[in-house]
């Protein structure tokens, strides 16, 4: 019996965590444990719309962030729906396409019955590596989406024409700003303008 001890001990002492554990799985482990039941008893729809709604208000409690940032080859056909540039050097003339995706951007009734809104401009300064801004322009984008639920699959194509730039290495910063709760967001994208 003696040797037994030590282990009744330590799952003595591991069971208590283990509740602890499932007693904070939060929101998100409760939907997904209800859309599993509903998926098994046949209601995709009703376990689709529980995983959209608990993933909505989770993504109400983030902070405002960016996502994802990069170059891409042409305007995106959609939401992850792109090509990226296989790298960041440019030629001379040629534009920038930049594929943005803001996280935890904060929603408002709408002016619509029943619609909720969604809103933010964006920033652009061009930035040698030094950290000079060599190019500013304020609400260079200005986007707004207006929908029935908080909609987490947002993205912004930014187009930037640096024709005029000589060759060398810059930074594409982009800074997005909330308008619903007044925060703001930064992403630098270096680039190269390859000479000729």
């Given amino acids: 019996m003696a040797n ?8 003595a002492l ?12 939060g929101p998100l482990s409760d939907a997904a444990a209800k859309a599993e039941k509903q998926a098994d008893s046949g209601d995709a729809a009703g376990a689709r719309e529980t995983l959209r709604q608990a993933v ?3 993504a109400q409690t983030l902070p405002f962030t960016i996502g994802k ?3 891409v080859t042409a305007e995106p056909a959609g939401y992850a729906m792109y090509e990226p540039k296989q790298d960041s050097v440019f030629k001379t ?12 951007l904060t929603w408002k009734e709408a002016s619509a019955k029943g619609k909720l809104e969604t809103r933010f401009t964006v920033d652009l300064d061009i930035v040698s590596p030094k950290g000079e801004v060599l190019a500013t322009r304020k609400a260079f984008g200005d986007f707004t989406f207006t929908g029935y639920l908080r909609n987490q699959e947002i993205y912004a194509t ?3 024409d640096v024709s005029g730039a000589p060759a060398g290495d810059y930074v594409l910063r982009f800074r997005f700003n909330d308008i ?15 000479g000729e």
């Avoid at 037994?4 to 799952?11: F, I, N, R």
Wanted: glycine residues 6%.
């Fill in 69 to 71: 940032a990069v170059f």
């Fill in 56 to 58: 909505s208000a989770f």
């Fill in 4 to 11: 037994y001890l030590p282990m009744l001990a330590m799952l």
């Fill in 180 to 194: 619903n709760s007044g925060k703001s967001a930064s992403v630098d994208q270096p680039f190269k303008i390859a």
């Fill in 93 to 104: 003339g040629e534009t920038l396409v930049s594929y943005v995706e803001p996280v935890g």
């Fill in 158 to 160: 930014l187009t930037v």
């Fill in 14 to 25: 591991a069971a208590p965590a283990v509740i602890v554990c499932e007693a904070a799985a």
